[in-house]
């Protein structure tokens, strides 16, 4: 059969042996008649193709010419009959196949696939698609229309690679490939809109908002057009915070391994079988059975959320686990549900024996609230729910076995193959090694090493009690254990001792977990006793399951390995912490969501065995509590640590009770927070050193607000004064900002305005003296809002007041502080409306309305002042009526930005 080839340079080929087509014109004539696709073209149009302006005197006695020359190359190359034929005044030319149909079928393939939601099957065949590429399509023909529709095509199929990869959950990896497809086609709409949902997902959702930013901004400068329907709609979620947008992105998603997979046939018939009957299927058997792997190679091509639960030490943690899972914002069944609704998908939950019960809880009212859901779990015992369906998983068969040590050991063996008595030793090992995948995957990464014989000798030697006893005669995790051991002995000393002693971690570590030493990690990762994933930064590294119950077993210190661990996350907290209040605030708040699982071992043995130290983290923790949605979790540990250090520096109790009373205070508990703040005054006494002196000034700059909030604005004055003076006392001049920004609005919310706007001023400009942006955003709101009061000799000033509301908005931007542009944003409607442009402030209230609803946010909360004025100014408008406008419109109708010095 003929092959036509277009997308490149000309070629026609017979089962992989190309013709000898000749010189550019007949080439050019091919391709011409390729274009055509199996239809006739006239020899006053070949004769255009071939030689353009330039037709020769004869050209029908040429174009016959070089017919002939090329029938006889097709001829040596399919035989008799001749595909390049006479067909009325010109000719054509028959084919079996062209690389350009085999694109078009593979884009439309894959186009196929992602519509059934098989995101990683579309991703092969788009790959497919686009490696049928040499060149430019028709190359030798560059001025037919079909090389247009081809390179369209090929730009749509680049772009649907690039969905299919984010669909699979590789929203990381994605982002690099995205930012050089934009520079590419900077005005194709579509790969801005991918880039964006990748950095939204994958955490960045800063860099999100600034690409929203230039596309928009290319488009308008650069063709003076809006941003089409599905950027603007993509905009508007992303200014919402829509879970949806996560839920694709699938943190942990169930990819199969690269090795190949060895039997369990009837398991995954049965399993087939199975899903379709039940909604929930367990698979049940002894540790390191292969429960996890048969699990992923089941679901991973139904695109599953992956949840492993091995990680979760507390029981109620198990929906925080889920949640991330599925990419949901919030830690609760019923936000899961919700954010689930109908949808369909398959959700498998790995590990589930030691949180069994919280996971049966879970899975219940998932199942029920949620009709298109399905649920895959792997656990060592049954969840124990209605409808379960169950599955034993047993070890591997002898054959199975010696087939998956065959493989393995060809792996490390390039050319290996077993003669007679190999074989034997294979034999011997699987009986040996009992079937276990885990054991045999240990023992076959040895034989890079070591003789067959040799390591059947020192696996007898060293645990006889793997030899060939019957199944069930020793607990399944006994087994485990001597094969982890066997490979665990065959570390140096110093490795081993690294080894035994990162147990105590959870969910993974970093490279500072083993004190920088990365000759000792590289060779743990190298031996395959380690699990390295250098996709996230820094590198992060984890023990298999196995390996960690076996450390800790072996481990001679079991108590120092966890007083280590612990130290670990004190130091870690220390130094990443006061980057919260900083330029890098996002990069913090992403280190510690990383280690949370960490932060919360690590504090749960220190309220025991340190209180003291656990006061202290817990404390420093503060904005990491309420930024990371933790409010809850966050009071319990505080007064957990506050109970339990009664004797700790006065400093530390005081952060903690002044974060205490923070937290009561953003859940409506104003008594207790109140009281919190109260006694961590008291607990400081009158003299404390300087670290005391640090809290004592925030602790009066949190009182101040808290006055403020609640209309008491004398006792908020004199609170702002005393941060000021302590600030002045230590020379510390962020906490003097701080207090003269709370001074100024109890002052002039309190009724001196003009006071209280000098104190604004004097605010913003020692914030911003220092680099201290949040504060300068938020003197400048507060400042917005001051120019709005007005008394008999100090009338109100719109206008400076918009000017201020707008310089703050673009200090919150930079600060990635969505929460406080809607504040800022809620008062401009109030400023636009006094400075006469009560349309203009119509809309912007009810778009900030609309906006903070899908956030769950009240914006009026902090300034009930305004929310009052507001209101009356609005009353009797319908928002229903009211036109919607996005962000950067909202924005623009308080002015243009700020002029930079």
């Known amino acids: 059969m003929l092959i036509g080839k277009v ?34 073209v006239s020899e006053d149009a070949l004769a255009e193709a071939v030689w353009g302006g330039e037709v020769p005197a004869r050209p029908a006695a040429s174009l016959q010419a070089y017919v002939s020359r090329l029938r006889r190359s097709f001829e040596q190359a399919r035989g008799p009959g001749s595909a390049l034929a006479r067909a009325g005044d010109g000719y054509r030319l028959t084919v079996g196949d062209t690389d350009a149909a085999g694109f078009t079928a593979d884009v439309r393939r894959g186009r196929a696939l992602l519509d059934e939601e098989r995101p990683g099957d579309a991703l092969r065949a788009f790959d497919a698609a686009l490696a049928r590429w040499r060149g430019e399509a028709y190359a030798d023909l560059p001025e037919t229309p079909a090389r247009t529709r081809l390179e369209e095509l090929r730009a749509v199929a680049v772009e649907e690679r690039l969905a299919a990869r984010l669909a699979t959950g590789d929203a990381p990896g994605a982002v690099g490939e995205l930012e050089a497809a934009v520079r590419d086609e900077p005005y194709r709409e579509r ?71 060895f039997g369990r046939t009837e398991e995954l018939a049965a399993l087939a079988e199975l899903s379709t009957t039940g909604r929930l299927v367990t698979l049940v058997g002894p540790g390191g059975a292969g429960k996890t792997r048969l699990a992923v190679e089941f679901a991973a091509p139904r695109d599953p959320w992956f949840a492993r639960l091995a990680d979760v030490a507390e029981p109620t943690l198990v929906p925080a686990a889920v949640a991330a899972a599925l990419g949901v914002r919030g830690s609760t069944a019923e936000a899961i549900a919700t954010a689930l609704g109908d949808r369909p998908g398959l959700l498998l939950l790995d590990n589930c024996e030691h949180v069994v019960r919280a996971a049966a809880e879970l899975t219940l009212v998932l199942l029920a609230r949620c009709p298109g859901l399905r649920v895959l779990a792997t656990s060592r015992e049954p969840l124990g729910v209605d409808g379960e369906r169950l599955l034993p998983v047993a070890p591997l068969p002898a054959g199975d076995a010696v087939a998956l040590l065959t493989d393995r050991i060809t792996a490390v063996r390039p050319g290996w193959r077993p003669d007679a008595a190999e074989r034997a030793a294979l034999d011997g090992l699987a009986t040996a090694l009992d079937g276990i995948p885990l054991a045999l995957e240990l023992a076959a990464a040895r034989a890079r090493v070591l003789g067959l014989a040799e390591l059947l000798e020192m696996l007898h030697g060293r645990f006889p009690a793997l030899g060939p006893v019957p199944r069930g005669a020793l607990a399944p995790h006994e087994t485990l254990e001597a094969a982890v051991a066997w490979s665990v002995d065959l570390l140096s000393a110093h490795d081993r001792a690294v080894l035994l002693r990162l147990w ?45 119950a076996y450390c800790r077993g072996r481990d001679d210190d079991p108590a120092g390995s966890r007083a280590r661990h612990a130290a670990w996350v004190r130091s870690f907290v220390e130094r990443t912490a006061p980057e919260l209040r900083g330029e890098r605030s996002a990069h913090a708040i992403r280190l510690l969501n990383r280690e949370l699982a960490n932060i919360r071992a690590g504090i749960a043995h220190d309220l025991h065995a340190a209180p003291r130290a656990a006061l202290r983290t817990a404390g420093l923790l503060e904005w990491f509590w309420f930024r990371g949605g933790l409010v809850t979790e966050g009071g319990r540990l505080l007064r957990a640590a506050l109970d339990g250090a009664p004797d700790a520096p006065p400093a530390d109790r005081a952060r903690a009770l002044s974060c205490l009373g923070t937290l009561c205070f953003m859940t409506g508990d104003e008594p207790a927070a109140e009281k919190a703040l109260r006694d961590a005054i008291d607990v400081l006494g009158p003299s404390p050193d300087r670290e005391g002196w640090t809290v004592r000034a925030q602790l009066h700059y949190y009182e101040s607000l808290l006055r403020s909030a609640t209309g008491r604005y004398e006792e908020a004055v004199a609170e702002g004064r005393h941060a000021m003076a302590v600030g002045r006392r230590i020379g510390e001049e962020r906490l003097v900002a701080a207090g003269e920004m709370t001074l100024g609005w109890a002052l002039a919310a309190g ?104 956030r769950g946010i009240s914006p009026g909360a902090a300034d009930p002042l305004g929310a009052a004025a507001l209101a009356d100014l609005l009353a009797g408008v319908d928002p229903a009526t009211v036109p919607a406008v996005d962000e950067d419109a909202m924005i623009g109708l308080l002015g243009p930005p700020a002029r930079q010095d």
């Not at 997308?7 to 080439?27: H, I, K, N, Q, Y």
């Not at 590289?522 to 031996?527: E, K, Q, T």
């Not at 006071?755 to 917005?784: P, V």
């Open 7 to 40: 997308l490149g340079s000309t070629e026609v080929e017979m089962d992989g042996v190309p013709a000898e087509l000749g010189g550019p014109l007949p080439r050019r004539l091919v391709a011409a008649l390729l274009a055509a696709e199996g239809r006739p």
């Open 191 to 261: 790969r801005w809109e991918l880039l964006i949902l990748a950095l939204y997902r994958g955490g960045r959702q800063a860099e999100a908002l600034a690409a929203l930013r230039r596309v928009r901004a290319r488009l308008a400068d650069e063709l003076g057009i809006d941003p089409g329907p599905a950027l603007q709609e993509l905009e508007g979620r992303l200014l919402a915070q829509d879970p949806g947008l996560l839920l694709p992105s699938r943190p942990a998603p169930a990819v199969r391994p690269l090795s190949h997979f």
């Open 504 to 548: 105590p971690f959870e969910g993974g570590f970093p490279l500072s977990a083993v004190d920088d030493d990365l000759d000792a990690l590289s060779a743990l990762v190298a031996r395959s006793v380690v699990v390295a994933d250098t996709t996230v930064t820094p590198a992060r590294y984890r023990l298999l399951e196995i390996l960690r």
């Open 751 to 854: 009724g001196d305005p003009r006071a209280g706007r000098r104190e604004l001023t004097g605010a913003i400009r020692r914030a911003t003296a220092i680099g201290q942006r949040w504060t300068t955003a938020m003197s400048e709101l507060l400042l917005g809002r001051a120019l709005l009061l007005s008394t008999g000799d100090e009338p109100a000033d719109p206008a400076a007041a918009l000017a201020a509301l707008r310089r703050a908005v673009d200090h919150f931007t930079a600060e990635d502080d969505v929460g406080n542009v809607l504040a800022c944003l809620f008062t401009g409607a109030q400023a636009l409306i006094a400075a006469g442009r009560r349309g203009d402030g119509v809309t912007l209230a009810a778009a900030v309305r609309r906006n903070a609803a899908r």
